[in-house]
Structure formats: C-alpha cells, structure tokens
C-alpha cells in the first residue's frame, strides 16, 4: 500500500508566522505532488503543484519538494486567520496499473490565532 | 468557483432508495473521477474515468454505480445504501493529457449524502 503520511496536528501558529506544513511519500516512482486546502465543510482546493527537486513559490506560499528523502513541504508565510484550515498533501501514483489517481494523506489542521 | 458543479448539494435517502449524483465540468478536461471523503479518513477514491472510460474501479461495492455518458458530465447511481455510506462524495476532473499536468485535479463543492 503507497502511502502519504501527514501530521493531523493542530498545528498553531500566530498570526503573521510562518506555518510549516510536511508531507511524506513511500513511493519513489511519483513525479508530480500537490497541496490543496479544504476549509470545514467545503471541498478541497488546489493551491500549490511542483513536479521539480526545490522550491517553488507563489505569493504568500512556498512548496518544497526533495525526491531523494521523499519529502514535500508547504510553507505559508505571514500567516492569517483566513489560512486556518486542513492541508491535504497528494502525490501521483506513478505505473499505469494504478490508473490515473491521486493518493492523499489525511491531511494536516492548521489554526492561525490572532 | 472551479468549473466543476455538483448537484444536490445535499441528499438524504433511506436504504431502499434509488438516487443519483450528477458532476459536470466545464474546463475542456478529459478525466473524471468520483471520491468519497468521510470524517477522520483520507479522500478514497472511487472511480476514474478517462476519455469517458473507466480506467479505475477501487473496489467499491456494487451499489454504487457510475456512468460517464461523455467527458463533461459524470453521474453516481446509489441503490440500497447503508449508514455506514453517509459522507460527502466529491466530483474532480483533470486535463487527462501530459505526464504531469494530467493529475492536476478540480474539485466540485460534493454532495453531502446521509443514508437513514
């Protein structure tokens, strides 16, 4: 079974910090890992891709990818309460016999305080 | 707004009920797929289809039912639920082309269904 294991947390940070979110991945064969946020009650939102080893920005977030520890991060900085939410980190199942699927972790809550 | 609706927003039906769920997409993407998400568990995903194909079926028991008539519009036919089945079901569509852009997936906003 592939996994993708993320820390449920809470994880709590002040408002105005940055939040760093982790991710793991047990198969070496992924190519392209994703982080969506899902805000109580609605669906998840796609916010950050990276197909690449290193960093990749876009605004306020930044996705981390290291293949070689199979390790996917997302960092948010200056937080606001409007990031609180789960963070659900997903990675590609690589061979063709799995289709064409997403495994995602069960995600990771993120409450930002004022 | 995601280009990718869902209705109904909300369902409840009893055991013995026949329902359906309907998805449509519009992004111009060639995949479909159907997710359940039920509390303290990750998103399980159900069924995939590409190019109105389908390309997945995770195990899921026969009373739930999918048809993907063309690439935008995707439905999940439920008959003789069970409560344990009570979760929100989520459409997603991807590009379905490129090595990696293929599973860059949209969600719809689900259906919350409960099985009385």
């Known amino acids: 079974q592939k996994e993708v294991e993320q820390n449920s947390g809470p994880l709590s940070v002040p408002e105005g910090a940055i939040a760093s979110l982790n991710c793991t991945y047990s198969?070496?064969?992924?190519?392209?890992f994703f982080w969506y946020r899902q805000y109580s009650g609605k669906s998840p939102e796609l916010i950050m891709f990276?197909?690449?080893?290193g960093d990749k920005e876009d605004g306020r977030f930044t996705a981390q990818l290291n293949k070689a520890s199979q390790y996917v991060s997302l960092l948010i900085r200056d937080s606001q309460p409007s990031d609180s939410a789960t963070y659900l980190c997903?990675?590609?199942?690589?061979?063709?016999?799995?289709?064409?699927?997403?495994?995602f972790g069960k995600g990771t809550s993120l409450l930002v305080t004022p | 707004e995601t280009g990718v609706t869902q209705t109904p927003r909300h369902l409840v039906m009893g055991m013995t009920n026949k329902k359906s769920l309907k998805c449509e997409q519009h992004?111009?993407?060639?995949?479909m797929y159907w997710y359940k998400q039920s509390a303290k568990k990750p998103l399980e995903l159900m069924f995939v289809?590409?190019?109105?194909?389908?390309?997945e079926n995770n195990s899921v028991p026969s009373r739930f039912s999918p048809e993907c008539p063309n690439s935008s519009h995707l439905f999940l036919h439920l008959h003789t639920l069970q409560p344990e089945d009570s979760a929100l079901y989520l459409c997603?569509?991807?590009?379905?082309?490129?090595?990696?852009?293929?599973?860059?997936?949209?969600f719809g906003p689900g259906t919350r269904l409960t099985v009385t």
């Open positions: 997903a990675v590609s199942l690589p061979n063709s016999n799995s289709g064409y699927a997403l495994n």
């Open positions: 990276i197909y690449s080893n």
């Open positions: 997603a569509s991807s590009p379905g082309t490129g090595r990696r852009t293929f599973y860059e997936q949209y």
């Open positions: 992004l111009g993407h060639n995949a």
């Open positions: 198969d070496r064969g992924s190519q392209s």
């Open positions: 289809y590409n190019f109105k194909e389908q390309t």
